[in-house]
């Protein structure tokens, strides 16, 4: 048998008894058994010797017992197996501070330019926008005399609303979507 036949083998007979754990928490125990698995063969072979695959799997144990280890460590706070890491609560270096900053940089974002749109419709030549030096600098604001200020670097109209709508929808949908799949791989974490 191979040794990616073992490996294999020893996971899904391990899967088996994580059946009482949600898919996400089993999901997450599997790869940390099978990172646990190849980091320790990547050891062996940068000491230059050959990887002993089966030496790894015995040295974990029977799947059962490292299974029940690993049911009891999430379900009951219990430690984890000896030789693991805990699984963290906050996984992948996030934080609620870059949660929190996320929500309110794509909201606040997004707020503003449906604001910008609304206040376009009120005053439609009172918004404007300014673009400088072939396109590479572009500003955004309120008119105090929108007669003079007619250039060609001004750009004013109706125009500017739907613009703003779209692109405040985009930008938070975007942020939902980023916002959810932040809490999805944060498995345990709730930031709310």
Request: net charge negative; no cysteine.
């Amino acid at each position: 048998m191979s040794g990616r036949e073992q490996i294999s083998n020893y996971l899904k007979s391990f899967n088996r008894y994580l059946a009482s754990l949600s898919s996400e928490d089993a999901a997450e125990v599997i790869k940390e058994i099978e990172s646990h698995i190849y980091d320790a063969i990547d050891q062996q072979e940068m000491a230059g010797k050959d990887a002993d695959i089966e030496g790894i799997l015995a040295g974990l144990g029977a799947p059962r017992v490292l299974a029940e280890n690993y049911v009891s460590h999430i379900q009951q706070g219990t430690p984890p197996p000896k030789g693991f890491r805990p699984l963290a609560s906050v996984t992948k270096g996030l934080s609620k501070t870059l949660y929190w900053g996320m929500l309110a940089f794509g909201y606040g974002t997004g707020l503003a330019l449906a604001l910008l749109a609304f206040a376009n419709l009120l005053l439609p030549n009172g918004i404007a926008f300014w673009v400088e030096a072939e396109g590479n600098s572009v500003a955004i604001g309120f008119l105090s005399n929108p007669i003079l200020a007619n250039s060609d670097a001004t750009i004013t109209g109706f125009w500017i609303t739907p613009v703003a709508l779209v692109s405040a929808y985009a930008i938070s949908l975007l942020t939902y979507r980023i916002l959810a799949l932040l809490k999805r791989f944060a498995i345990g974490y709730q930031y709310a």
